[in-house]
């Protein structure tokens, strides 16, 4: 049974889709079969994996109406164990037309449920508000990757959103667990960031992610060229930083046990491979065999 897993922080701009799209693609490259889903009108992280605007194709809005199965919703990405559901701005009609609708908080479990046994992660980017969409996806997983920015007001509506959880779990969805809280556009250099560190950290203790994601130009860049970061550039920091949380988080759960071991491949096929494919034939082995920092 796959893992589903939801970026989510009603706080806008804090990195959940940068990290939503490089942890699932960074999670991919390890050689394990995942899905991303963009719950998100904005479609970020849709055309960050390189899709165009297409409001014809089915997408997240159509799986929430009925109208489309999550297996018809299904796109391949430039990575081979990556797909997407994608998002079209249409979404954002869903919250109004799903107001009085039947079993409306688990139409994205229900849709997503004939798909778990096919993705070992399934990871959701949710957009920046605590509405109806956000708690399809909050009663669809199993855990809660809060992505938070290192600044003073980083803990102002957390505890919305820890209030959100916890009613939750008392009624719709009792497993809903935290997966961690991540630390993004990190500076480690100001004493600020040291402050809030410490603040996050008192406040949420071991969920706090051992991984910072630091402010990288790469992350920034990677999704206007429609690529994840390692694939637009393997050796930046942003790459490095987001395929660190990605072992992270796989050692929460025993998946990089269970994970196939890489295909052997004759030497031509290596050399024409493409930049980042080879680099992530290394990195598997990283991942699937040594999980400590290298
Ligand atoms: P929204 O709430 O609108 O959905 P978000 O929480 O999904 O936003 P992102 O879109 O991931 O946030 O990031 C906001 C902006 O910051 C984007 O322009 C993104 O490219 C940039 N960004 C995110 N993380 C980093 C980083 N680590 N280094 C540099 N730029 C970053
Ligand atoms: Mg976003």
Redesign the pocket.
Known sequence: MGRVIAVA?Q?????????AINLASSIAAAEVNTLLVDC?P?S?ATSGLGLAKDPDRISTYYLLMGAASAEEALQNTELEQLWIIPSHKNLIGANIELVSADRREFRLRDALAPLRDRFHYIIL?C??ALDLLTLNALVAADAVLI?MQAEYFALEGISELLDTIERIRAGLNPDLTIEGVVL??FDDRTNLAQQVTAEVSRFFGDKLCKTT?????R??EA?SHGKPVLVYDVRSR?AESYIQLAKEILGHSGVVQEMPSPEPQDEQQVVNAPRWKRWMRERNKLITINIQDR
């Open positions: 922080n706080k806008g701009g804090v990195g959940k889709t940068t990290t998100d904005q970020n980017d957009p920046p992505p993004t556009m994601i630091p402010r990288n130009v992350l920034a999704p942003g």
